[in-house]
Nanobody, 120 residues
Framework: QVQLVESGGGLVQAGGSLRLSCAASGSIFSINAMGWYRQAPGKQRELVAAITSGGSTNYADSVKGRFTISRDNAKNTVYLQMNSLKPEDTAVYYC??????????????WGQGTQVTVSS
């Protein structure tokens, strides 16, 4: 059983910073991708940033230059450093872990979500 536990959300003023963490536990394949998605009220869940176990990263255009994703493979933990936060960054942020097994079977796991609120 794989579990993802997120922490670090909260309330911050515009221009401020927050750091999210997500620790994965259980039987995890070493070659994987971890990422952060967010969902604002009335909107679809969207990718914020992702990072592979090899260190390749991908960011949404809206957060490039402001957010940085990193990971510690030894701890199966992914981080999201969020700087220069804007009110439009307000959302529930979800951690995601995914890998592909034999016959390209997808193993896809989600955290419970952590609220990030940016006040103007």
């Amino acid at each position: 059983q794989v579990q993802l536990v997120e922490s670090g959300g909260g309330l911050v003023q515009a221009g401020g910073s927050l750091r999210l963490s997500c620790a994965a536990s259980g039987s995890i394949f070493s070659i994987n991708a971890m990422g952060w998605y967010r969902q604002a009220p009335g909107k679809q869940r969207e990718l914020v940033a992702a990072i592979t176990s090899g260190g390749s990263t991908n960011y949404a255009d809206s957060v490039k230059g402001r957010f940085t994703i990193s990971r510690d493979n030894a701890k199966n933990t992914v981080y999201l450093q969020m700087n220069s936060l804007k009110p439009e960054d307000t959302a529930v942020y979800y951690c995601n872990l995914v890998w592909y097994g034999s016959s390209w079977r997808e193993y896809d796991y989600w955290g419970q979500g952590t609220q990030v609120t940016v006040s103007s």
